[in-house]
Nanobody
Framework: QVQLVEHGGGSVQTGGSLTLSCVAS????????MAWFRQVPGKEREGVGK????????HYADSVKGRFTISQDNAKNTVYLQINNLKPEDTAMYYC?????????????????WGQGTQVTVSS
């Protein structure tokens, strides 16, 4: 059974930092496309970044470039999302997702597995 479990969310002030982790079981993150999405109530799920785990190359949404960094630890079967200089508009539920291949863009339909999410709340 495949499981993705996110950790690390919380409440922080503007300008703070958080590191989210996504621990996978039942699949090997190495070779998969691992992505981070976020969603606020009433809005569509938004892709913020993804990593091609076989190469380590990461791609980010324009809205978060320069503040978000995705990394991987293959030995721990874990992917991380570091968020710096947090802004109130970063407040959302953050989800980890896995796909066999990285498609262009952040189409949620291309991801086979999802975590349950971890809440990030940024106060001004």
């Amino acid at each position: 059974q495949v499981q993705l479990v996110e950790h690390g969310g919380g409440s922080v002030q503007t300008g703070g930092s958080l590191t989210l982790s996504c621990v996978a079981s039942g699949i090997t993150t190495y070779g998969a496309c691992m992505a981070w999405f976020r969603q606020v109530p009433g809005k569509e799920r938004e892709g913020v970044g993804k990593i091609y785990t076989s190469s380590g190359a990461a791609h980010y949404a324009d809205s978060v470039k320069g503040r978000f960094t995705i990394s991987q630890d293959n030995a721990k079967n874990t992917v991380y999302l570091q968020i710096n200089n947090l802004k109130p508009e970063d407040t959302a539920m953050y989800y980890c997702a896995a796909a066999t291949l990285c498609a262009i863009g952040f189409d949620v339909r291309t991801y086979n597995y999802w975590g349950q999410g971890t809440q990030v709340t940024v106060s001004s």
